[in-house]
C-alpha cells in the first residue's frame, strides 16, 4: 500500500539549545506544516533539502493566521528559487 504524501518546503529553521535544531518544513498554502528536530551532529551527516515529501497524517494544521501567512510565503519563494533536493 502506497502511502500518500505531501511536497512540503523549509520554511522555518531555529536552534532552541546547542545541541538541537528544528526544522519546518509546510505546505504552499501554509495550511499544514511538519517540524523535525535533528541533533547537531546527525545534521553533519545528513543534509537539509529545501524540500521533502512528508506523510500526509504527519502533517499538522498551522495554528493560527500570522504563522500560515509566514509559512505559505516562505514555501511559494522556496520552490520558486529551489529544486526540492537542493541543499540549503
Not at 15 to 30: F, K, Q, R, W
Not at 46 to 54: G, H, I, K
Not at 71 to 80: C, D, K, L, P
Amino acid at each position: 500500500m502506497d502511502e500518500e504524501t505531501v511536497r512540503c518546503w523549509l520554511v522555518d529553521r531555529e536552534t532552541p539549545d546547542e545541541n538541537l535544531v528544528t526544522l519546518v518544513y509546510a505546505t504552499t498554502d501554509g495550511e499544514r506544516h511538519y517540524t523535525q528536530q535533528l541533533s547537531f551532529q546527525l545534521l553533519t551527516r545528513r543534509e537539509v533539502t529545501a524540500a521533502r515529501d512528508v506523510p500526509a497524517e504527519k502533517l499538522e494544521a498551522t495554528p493560527n493566521d500570522a504563522d500560515r501567512e509566514r509559512y505559505a510565503t516562505q514555501a511559494r519563494s522556496m520552490a520558486e528559487r529551489h529544486d526540492p533536493d537542493d541543499p540549503v
